[in-house]
């Protein structure tokens, strides 16, 4: 459940979200400023598949969270929509200039391939470019009594809908999809986190807990998950007997080398998601392992979105989070 916050809790809570320890004001200004600059851009782009369309329904992957061109679609759409129908207003294939231009901002050739891999099932799918219609959709928020701006629509590429015939089932929620000339994917099978309870004096002692102690705000429970030589603790935080606040800390267990401290907030957008497998439930929402080649391994699955999309977490302390390009707008 989300709960409605003034403007200024809200941006205090989503500026905790994603923290690098210590957080809530542990750490001071020279180290934030070293964090910063030992950072590795990240040099790919992820993306989601969604469903798209009503009786003839297709795959549909959105480039628009990267492609940011004021005029994606022919201008009579936006100028003369009071005289086109709705069914054609809500779904334009792009002609070779409008495609042109799609793949020039974005860096995409018609030479690469789409890859689409399924974490879940360990499938992958290959489609090259130049096999797939550039699109437009309207927001699936749109109806026809509105006035659309061109920025109503989501821009991407369409697919078959039945390219991955088991993910489908699942709505692709565990696919993601790469677009370039070499695939990025390990396709080593990601695991499913299956969280234990521990003792509290398990938990790392990596930080002060003098924060989380101020106030109405409590110290909750504490679990871990071991995937190959990496152990992932988590803590519970939580105000007047609610969680609202998750801590996440990924340790090395050879060397005991902490590589990943995160701390993770609900919001006006965000809310924390359910741990794997705690209380008999059998979610599946974190999911751990080497997912993409030359990189460190990830986690990731611990918040829901409203809006706005979630990220994959690099092990690593020399490395940013992988955004998902998700185009979740509202």
């Not at 799918?125 to 437009?136: D, G, R, S």
Request: proline share 4%.
């Amino acid at each position: 459940m989300l709960y409605k916050l003034s403007i200024f809790s809200a941006l205090v809570l989503m500026a905790l979200s994603f923290c690098d320890f210590p957080c809530d004001g542990y750490a001071t200004k020279a180290e934030r400023g070293k964090k910063a600059q030992i950072f590795k851009k990240n040099d790919i782009d992820i993306f989601k598949v969604v469903l798209v369309g009503d009786s003839d329904q297709k795959a549909f992957v959105s480039l628009s969270d990267i492609y940011h061109d004021t005029l994606p679609v022919p201008a009579k759409y936006i100028a003369n929509q009071k005289n086109i129908a709705f069914k054609d207003l809500k779904h334009v294939e792009l002609d070779n200039s409008y495609r042109a231009k799609l793949t020039s901002e974005t860096k995409i050739s018609e030479t690469d391939t789409m890859f689409l891999y399924d974490y879940k099932y360990n499938k992958l799918a290959k489609i090259p470019v130049k096999q797939l219609k550039a699109v437009a959709y309207l927001t699936p928020y749109a109806h026809k009594d509105q006035t659309f701006s061109y920025s109503d629509y989501r821009i991407g590429f369409e697919l078959d809908k039945n390219v991955l015939q088991q993910s489908l089932a699942n709505y692709y929620d565990n696919v993601f999809v790469y677009l370039g000339n070499k695939n990025p994917f390990t396709q080593e099978k990601m695991q499913l986190v299956r969280w234990q309870q521990i003792n509290a004096k398990e938990f790392p002692k990596t930080f002060s807990t003098k924060g989380v102690k101020k106030g109405n705000y409590t110290i909750g429970k504490h679990y871990k998950f071991k995937s190959a030589n990496i152990i992932y603790y988590v803590q519970d935080i939580l105000f007047n007997g609610r969680t609202e606040k998750r801590r996440l800390i990924a340790v090395d267990s050879s060397s005991n080398k902490i590589m990943v401290e995160k701390e993770f907030s609900t919001s006006e957008g965000i809310s924390l998601a359910p741990l794997n497998f705690i209380e008999e439930n059998d979610l599946e929402n974190q999911w751990a392992g080497n997912l993409f080649k030359n990189k460190p391994p990830v986690i990731f699955g611990f918040e829901y979105h409203s809006f706005g999309c979630p990220s994959l977490i690099l092990v690593g302390k020399t490395h940013n989070n992988i955004p998902i390009n998700c185009d979740n707008r509202h």
